[in-house]
């Protein structure tokens, strides 16, 4: 079993005013050109069982969880996309902690996490290499209006292939992640922290419907974990999540997607 506070959960929030809602504002559909498909609640969506390695990326050791879930999504966007699954070195990954959040390795008073807007902005000017030596970058990104907005998730988990999630932790969450049981959330017991994560499968039925990738693993929640826990959340559009013709892997066009974002 892992000890507690074996984990570091650090990830500063930051929405301002450039922030880019995907909700209906003053009329507007979401993603104002045709907005996004339904997805039914009782549909699967899933981004990842196809992938065969959720790495710790280091955040056994550091607050990185915000770079590792980066690390997490592309892995997952490119095997669905090429069939390829993008991997990255610790190196690179501490790399990308240092220039974001100012890391400075072997110096524990510079962990202090990352915003997560900053960490987009960062993929959107530099991206990181892969151990391929590919380097994968973000081309556009924008926060959820309302991040326990359960049809919503499931609509852009569809459609962009993850949901980037900042969530607060409470201390029971590291006893369950260690055995196994699902996230659930009391609204009575405080927080400890923050934390990165990213939505990979939800589920159309059952207690637990919701999947993230943390720590190395997949964990599974409840609705109930995503509207108490969950700060903010991201849809992110990137280059990886294309098929050859173009289009993402359910069809959209990349640069209508971002056209629609606003946020480029």
Known sequence: MLAINAFRFSVRHLLDEHTVSLRESEGEPPLRCGGLPAVALTQDVDRASAVGSWLMYLNDQLGDCTIAAMGHMYGAWSQYATACEALFADST??????????????????????????????????????????????????????????????????????????????????????????????????TIGGHAICLQRRLGAGDAPLEYVTWGALQPATFAFQAGAAEEAWAVVTEDWLNANGTTVEGLDLQQLLADMRYV
């Open 93 to 190: 990954i501490e790399g990308t902690y240092s220039r974001v959040g100012g890391y400075v390795p072997g110096d524990p008073s510079t962990d202090g996490g990352c915003v997560m807007q900053e960490v987009l902005y960062d993929q959107k000017i530099h991206g990181m290499a892969d151990t391929s030596g590919r380097v994968h970058k973000v081309a556009g990104y924008a926060a959820l209006g309302n991040p326990a907005d359960e049809e919503l998730l499931g609509q852009v988990l569809d459609v962009f292939g993850s949901v980037y999630v900042g969530i607060n932790v409470q201390q029971a969450m590291e006893e369950e992640f260690s055995r196994g049981l699902p996230w659930g959330w009391d609204p009575g017991a405080p």
